[in-house]
C-alpha cells in the first residue's frame, strides 16, 4: 500500500511565458553538490537524488519509487511554484532491502514541484514516474552531472514539442549556457548563451517558438556558475517522454529499445570537434548482429540513426563510438507526426482513419470506414555507459499497463544473475536466471503486489533497464549501478 498523507489545499500557480521561472523558496536542505564518476550519472553510493521531472496538479499524478538494500532514513524535499513559499517535506523509513512509493500529489498537488531525495544510506536510488489517462513518461532521478552535459533527441516538427527544464536544488545561484544543434548544424538562440537559476528554484524554456520546424534538436548545456540538473520533454498527440541530461561517452547499453509496438531511433550527438563513427548493434534474445549500422556523425549537427528495420521486437542496442558521444533511444508511434498535433482522437477514443472501398456482387459499390485503435506512446532513455555486476532498479507498476525488467549479457559467456524483488509486501520473490551470451532477457513484473524496485547482481558484469507499457503510453528507464 503506498503511503499517503493529507492533501495540502492550494491553488494551482500558473506560471506563463516562453521561459517559465519558478521563484526560489524559503532554504531547504544544503545537500553535497559533488559530481559523481560515474559516465551516465547515476550510481547508487551517493544518497542524495534529484528528480527535476514532477507535477501533479487536476488532472496530472506522479508519484516517486525509492529503493535501497541498506536500512535507510528518507528525506523527500518537494520544492514548490509559489514564491517565498515553504518547501514541503516527507520522511520515512526504509528496511532494507526494500523499496516503496511515494505518490507526490498526496503532499503537493500545486503543477511543477522537483524533489530532492535523500537517503541516509544504501546502496539506493530513486525513480520518479508521471501520468494521467492517455500519458505516462518516467526516469530515473540522478546524483549530478557535470558543467557540461548534453541532451538529444528532440523535436519541434510539425505536433512535437521539446522543453528543456534546468533545475537548481542547490543553494548558491547558477548560471548556464545552452547552445542548440539541429540538422541545420548550430542553431543560434540570442539570449540563451546566459541563464540565471536561482537556488532552490527551476527555469523551463520551450523551444518551439524559438527553433521551429526541426526534426532533430540537441543542447549542450554548460553550468558557467554553479550547477543545475537538465531534463528533455518531448510531447506530442501520442504522448510524452522525458530523459536527463549525460554525459558524453564512447559507449552507450540499452537493454530494451523497441518498446510497446513503437517505432524506435537513436538520437546522437557528437561531443568533440571531428567526426565521429558511430556503430550500432542490435542485442536481441537469440543473439547480438554485430555492425547492423553505421554513421559518420557531423561535429556540428545531431543524427537519428533509424533501427525498426533491423530486427523483430524486443531487442537491446549497443552504441559504439570513436569518439565521445551522447546516444538516447527515441520511440515513436509510426506516422504520428502526419496531421501534426491537432485534429487528433480525444483521450480513449479511435481515430478515424480514410475509407477503403469494395465492390458487391451486383457491382454497387459501398465505401467502409476503417477504424482503428488509437495508439498511444512516445518513449525516451538514455542509456548506461557501462556495465557492472551490481544493479539497483527502482520501478513502479500500473493497473492495466505491463511492466518488464530488462537484462543484457554483453559478454562472451553466460551470466548468472541473482534477483531480488523489493517493495512492501511480506512474500517478494527471489530468483536466479541465466542470461545467454550477446543476449537480453525480459523479466515480468507482477502488478498490484507493492514492487518497487529489483537488487540485480551477476557473476559477469550486465546492464540492467525496465519499461511499462499499457493504455496510458510507454516508459523506458535505465537501471542504477549499485557500487
Known amino acids: 500500500m503506498r503511503r499517503a498523507i493529507l492533501l495540502l489545499l492550494a491553488a494551482l500557480a500558473g506560471v506563463g511565458g516562453l521561459l517559465q521561472v519558478a521563484p526560489a523558496g524559503a532554504p531547504a536542505p544544503d545537500f553535497d553538490t559533488g559530481e559523481v564518476a560515474h559516465t551516465d550519472g547515476a550510481a547508487a553510493v551517493p544518497t542524495v537524488w534529484y528528480c527535476p521531472w514532477i507535477e501533479a496538479g487536476d488532472v496530472l499524478d506522479s508519484a516517486i519509487a525509492v529503493a535501497s538494500e541498506s536500512d535507510a532514513e528518507v528525506n523527500m524535499t518537494l520544492l514548490d511554484p509559489l514564491a517565498n513559499a515553504e518547501p514541503t517535506e516527507f520522511s ?13 500529489g498526496n503532499l503537493l498537488r500545486r503543477g511543477e514541484s522537483p524533489a530532492i531525495v535523500e537517503i541516509s544510506d544504501g546502496p539506493a536510488s530513486a525513480i520518479s514516474m508521471q501520468w494521467a489517462d492517455g500519458q505516462i513518461s518516467a526516469d530515473r532521478c540522478i546524483v549530478s552531472v557535470p558543467k557540461d552535459s548534453y541532451l538529444t533527441g528532440g523535436s519541434t516538427k510539425v505536433g512535437s514539442f521539446t522543453q528543456l527544464r534546468l533545475f537548481n536544488p542547490f543553494a548558491d545561484n547558477a548560471e548556464v549556457a545552452i547552445t542548440a544543434y539541429s540538422e541545420f548544424n548550430l542553431d543560434l538562440i540570442p539570449g540563451l548563451d546566459t541563464i540565471d537559476v536561482a537556488g532552490r528554484s527551476w527555469t523551463t524554456i520551450d523551444f518551439e ?62 561531443a568533440g570537434d571531428d567526426a565521429v563513427v558511430v556503430t550500432v548493434d542490435i542485442v536481441t534474445e537469440q543473439g ?38 551522447a546516444a538516447t533511444v527515441v520511440a515513436v508511434v509510426a506516422g504520428s507526426e502526419i496531421g501534426g498535433g491537432e485534429g487528433g482522437a480525444a483521450d480513449g477514443e479511435a481515430e478515424e482513419l480514410p475509407t477503403t472501398t469494395t465492390t458487391t456482387v451486383e457491382g ?49 559467456e553466460p551470466a548468472t544473475v541473482s534477483i531480488l524483488e523489493l517493495g512492501e509486501g511480506d512474500f517478494l520473490a527471489a530468483e536466479s536466471v541465466e542470461i545467454e551470451p550477446e543476449s537480453i532477457l525480459g523479466i515480468p513484473v507482477d502488478a498490484g503486489i507493492a514492487t518497487y524496485g529489483y537488487s540485480v547482481t551477476s557473476d559477469r558484469p550486465i546492464v540492467a533497464a525496465w519499461e511499462i507499457v499499457g493504455d496510458r503510453g510507454v516508459a523506458l528507464i535505465a537501471g542504477v549501478h549499485a557500487e
Open 92 to 104: 520515512f523509513d526504509i528496511v532494507g532491502p526494500s523499496a516503496t512509493g511515494i505518490e507526490t
Open 209 to 270: 517558438p524559438f527553433l521551429p520546424f526541426r526534426d532533430e534538436l540537441a543542447f549542450k548545456i554548460s553550468a558557467t556558475k554553479g550547477l543545475v540538473i537538465p531534463v528533455l520533454v518531448r510531447t506530442d498527440e501520442r504522448g510524452e517522454a522525458t530523459w536527463n541530461a549525460m554525459p558524453p561517452s564512447e559507449t552507450w547499453n540499452f537493454p530494451v529499445a523497441a518498446p510497446g509496438g513503437l517505432t524506435p531511433s537513436v538520437a546522437v550527438m557528437s
Open 288 to 325: 547480438t548482429i554485430i555492425n547492423a549500422r553505421e554513421i559518420i556523425l557531423d561535429s556540428t549537427a545531431p543524427a537519428l540513426i533509424p533501427i525498426a528495420d533491423l530486427a523483430d521486437p524486443p531487442f537491446g542496442l549497443r552504441v559504439r563510438a570513436s569518439a565521445p558521444i
Open 364 to 412: 454497387t459499390e459501398t465505401t467502409v470506414p476503417v477504424v482503428e485503435e488509437f495508439i498511444r506512446g512516445l518513449a525516451g532513455t538514455t542509456g548506461s555507459s557501462t556495465p557492472s555486476t551490481s544493479w539497483i532498479v527502482p520501478l513502479d507498476t500500473m493497473l492495466g499497463s505491463e511492466t518488464t525488467l530488462w537484462l543484457m549479457n554483453n559478454e562472451a
